[in-house]
């Protein structure tokens, strides 16, 4: 069957990993990310690194890159990545040339939908939307049983809909944005606006300073019956809804798969999310309105999805 | 060639055209639409009248529908149609069994877009979004150079994105929907907000009565100068922008097409949208910002392209 390798490079680390041709994960190396403003060479040498502990002197046949960042209609290019030193760097053409074997590459997004559409929760669906909410929001749409990736490859960029207008500032330079309301970092935000106000398991699990807490300590929180955990994933859950029914309106798919950290939360952030999603769609009564699922995969997603990428490309 | 016949099912009239197969209108008839209470066959005679009338006692090759209402995924059924007395009906086969020749059906919004596909501002394109503004919003997306109908035919409802948090109620029992904000209705509240408040050739136009505003007495003040007129297509064009951009960042298209009533006003209407979607467009520096046109087609755009719907199915 080959050996095949995906690779999700992350803003804060490189997960490499064998996935088989039934998705399986056989083994994985990490390394951390070089960061943003060091030569790209760097960020090569992490990648070469993590590829060769996976192939442990096996013949590698191809290798599936998903990359943080904006990459380029044709799957060439990384056009911008906030976390990594790639600017319109020819990623594919270079890394093909420095390890003489295939190489595909695709946003961590549509990696992450790939993998849920060929082995996960969208396994046979055509018209599917993939919401990966970690501490934005990104996402990929698939139509026809395919990643529709857009005019310049950056089609699923939900987190930045304006939801609000004059709305909470965001990093991208807009105000209102989905991901203000509805990521991992607005569930932290509204969890952190609590601390102090009302009695909460938080407290302890962040040691008392607010700027310790993370997502996964709401999650567990919430998981013990916290009621300020409970509330900020009722908040963020909604939020969720009410801008799928916005895409659901515009893209009337079968199935919302959502993924990326925040959902290992299950029901807690899905059920508020399902509840506005019925309430908010246009035309409920004569419509399907779609089941809201998690996503199969968890943080190997991306490389399970960047492998499937190349094993496809070179098929 | 054949004879096709496009009909255009409105709200509050009925338009069957004879269109060649360069989407030319050779001849039209017109009916008014009976109304949402009466005995769908009073519908049926009407559509049968215009259709006669456009044949002229010439043998009908085919002809195509478009509803203004929601059509099933299949193409057979109107599930609902506010002005329109189907519900559920199987329009395609009744209508089939009447005349005895093929009939296809889909909705106002896709076959606008469809005319526009074949004929007219997004000829040869594949990633389109097709906009009409008349009343309300409607719309239609195009993917691979086809119209992407949805999981319940319903893709493309627009008009129903949240934009304003509980903002304006709207006919759809949500609030704060986007044609709330940019549509005719839209246009008109605007204007009507500041009569008697400033001076407007609209007042005179409207004969004092604000109910007797309507679009078109708008868009004409805006063409004598009126500044009334030109605040309110600048307010209804920022709006359009802003919704554009959340559309285009998660559809990524070529190309986007303003049609419908209040599209007439050209640029006073697209330039706020333009200015307004490249501001608020996320990635606005690593990528490209789909050029915002006008549609070709006017108030034929319906029956146009849904003869060549019909041309389509049944060559």
Known sequence: ???????????????????????????????????????????????????????????????????????????????????????????????????????????????????????????DARDVLVVTMGTGIGGAVVLGGRVHRGRNGMAGEFGHMQVVPDGRACECGGRGCWEQYSSGNALVRHARARLGHEPTLLEELCSGDPDLLVGPMVTAAAEDGDLVARGAFASVGEWLGVGLANLVAAFDPELVVIGGGVSAAGDRLLEPARTALARSLVGGGHRTVPPVVRARFGPEAGAVGAADLARDSLA
Chains 1, 2 share one sequence.
Request: charged share 30%; proline share 3%.
């Open 1 to 123: 069957m080959g050996l095949f390798v995906g690779v999700d490079v992350g803003g804060t680390k490189v997960l490499a990993a064998e996935v088989d041709a039934t998705g399986a994960v056989a083994r994985t190396a990490r390394r951390s990310t070089p960061g943003r403003r060091v030569d790209v060479r760097l960020l090569e040498a992490a990648l070469t690194e993590a590829v060769e502990e996976v192939a442990a002197g096996r013949e590698v046949d191809g290798v599936g890159l998903a990359a943080a960042g904006f990459v380029d209609a044709a799957g060439e290019r990384v056009m911008f990545a906030p976390h990594l030193p790639w600017r319109g760097e020819e990623v594919r053409r270079r890394l093909t040339d420095l390890w003489g074997v295939p190489v595909a590459l695709d946003n961590d997004a549509n990696c992450t939908a790939r993998a849920e559409l060929r082995y996960g929760a969208a396994r």
